[in-house]
């Protein structure tokens, strides 16, 4: 109770200002601590073991091999800033009451696999060979009761590998799965906000229920030959905003209504301000992979994004049909290299309407979609092909020599936008995000940064995607 005061009435004294700052230095006392002079060990032939109260700053905890550590349902685990938690092979994080990851700015937290290396130079390794896809171990896992999971300024690396029964039986998930992170309670709280995630299997992170805010994250080469890299189903309801994909294997951001549990709320997902870059490529099933997807009932909006070099363009899906009657979208900007990705900016048999908001504009370019378009035809997009470059401060545009899926945002590359832009003044303003999780510094959502006045995740005037 002392805890939560604390929270409120610090989040109460807080002064919202017009762009995200990391200004929270309070820390909660270390409840419970827990000591890093051994490892999270599964003993006595068991593969489970609890784990609850707060790990330590700048402490490192080592979770043994084939370990699946478990936060019950009436517990809490904390990690203070500038923790890491080096994950075993096939070991698991599992949640079923609360985890707070409270990483800063300055000393953000790391779950990961220790003494794997990236290799991200464009064209350095093949998929077989890259550590971004070794799926070491299982990945989070919120089971249909977890109440509340945040992660701030934290990496979560090198996951995908895939759930065993144990796993399945005590989260109430497939043995199958490979997701990074799980979350499937549609009462329950997901935050992820500042924080990266990177490599996976499959989906890197599947709501298959629940309230969610993700803020201004970086995902880098999620997923291997399919899976989206934020994939939410039926009973999803929140806001992504200002999030930075590269290099993934199929979607960055997609919502479906499919599976709403009894009670559960219609997906609705408002989507604005993201950038997504080289996305689709490894996917191999024909006509996915890109930037955004809306599909099968669900409803929502977005606006405001960047997709550069996407395989394919925002997709609104007809069969199984969107909730098109609660839907809207402008202001999304589209780059192509080639022809063959101009020629997918409304993607070839799917339901997106070209607004008149939207870069390259329907309103100047007669020849790329002439007034006969309708949604779903075949059009060629020879007009467009090279134009409106976004004019980030260092990407190489057009690109040349490698596959588009080889890039990783860690390889010296930069996504701010120059003073000269086609993405500045462009965005609206006037939408709202949906905001259903807590706002508090601690146990919730830090910021809900508003929908920026440039395209894109990144602002000219430093609001939107610190990293």
């Not at 993405?423 to 006037?430: S, Y």
């Amino acid at each position: 109770m002392i805890l939560i005061a604390l929270a409120a009435s610090f989040s109460g004294c807080r002064k919202w200002k017009g762009q995200h700052s990391d200004v929270y230095n309070y820390t909660p006392p270390a409840a419970n601590p827990i000591s890093d002079k051994a490892p999270l060990s599964c003993g006595g032939g068991s593969t489970v073991v609890a784990v609850k109260g707060t790990m330590l700053t700048g402490k490192t905890y080592n979770v043994n091999d084939g370990c699946d550590i478990v936060i019950n349902a009436t517990d809490t685990l904390l990690m203070q800033p500038g923790v890491t938690l080096n994950m075993g092979a096939r070991s698991s994080l599992i949640v079923l009451g609360t985890l707070v990851s409270n990483g800063s700015k300055d000393q953000p937290n790391r779950i990961t696999a220790p003494n794997l290396v990236k290799k991200d130079a464009p064209g350095a390794v093949t998929i077989a060979q890259d550590s971004a896809y070794a799926g070491h171990w299982k990945g989070i896992i919120g089971g249909p009761n977890c109440n509340l999971m945040v992660l701030r300024w934290t990496h979560v690396e090198y996951a995908g590998f895939t759930e065993g029964t144990t796993t399945a039986n005590l989260a109430s998930a497939g043995s199958g799965n490979q997701y990074s992170i799980l979350f499937a309670n549609y009462k329950g709280n997901f935050i992820m906000e500042d924080s990266w995630l990177y490599g996976g299997v499959d989906d890197p992170i599947r709501i298959s229920a629940g309230k969610v805010a993700f803020f201004r994250n970086t995902f880098e080469k999620n997923g291997i030959h399919g899976g989206d890299c934020v994939n939410v189903k039926g009973g999803t309801t929140g806001t992504m905003a200002y999030n930075l994909f590269i290099g993934t294997a199929t979607n960055g951001q997609k919502a479906s209504n499919k599976g709403q549990a009894t009670g559960a709320p219609q997906t609705n997902i408002v989507m604005y301000n993201n950038t997504f870059i080289s996305g689709g490529y490894r996917q191999v099933q024909s006509g996915r992979g890109g930037c955004i997807n809306y599909e099968e009932g669900a409803a929502g909006m977005y606006y405001n994004n960047v997709a550069v070099n996407c395989k394919f363009g925002y997709r609104v899906v007809g069969s199984p049909i969107a909730d098109i009657a609660h839907m809207s979208y402008g202001n999304n900007f589209q780059y192509a290299d080639s022809l063959v990705v101009a020629n997918q900016f409304y993607p070839t048999g799917y339901i997106t309407q070209p607004q008149p908001t939207d870069i390259p504009s329907i309103t100047t370019s007669a020849k790329y979609l002439p007034a006969t378009y309708k949604p779903g035809d075949i059009y060629d997009g020879t007009d467009v092909v090279q134009k409106n470059n976004p004019m980030f401060v260092n990407f190489p545009l057009p690109t040349s020599g490698h596959a588009l899926a080889d890039y990783a945002a860690v390889y010296t590359y930069n996504f701010h936008i120059q003073a000269n832009s086609p993405l500045i003044g462009k965005g609206n303003t006037t939408i709202k995000p949906l905001i259903v999780v807590p706002i508090d510094p601690i146990y919730g959502l830090s910021e809900a940064t508003q929908p920026g006045a440039d395209l894109g995740c990144y602002q000219l005037n430093g609001v939107g995607n610190k990293h």
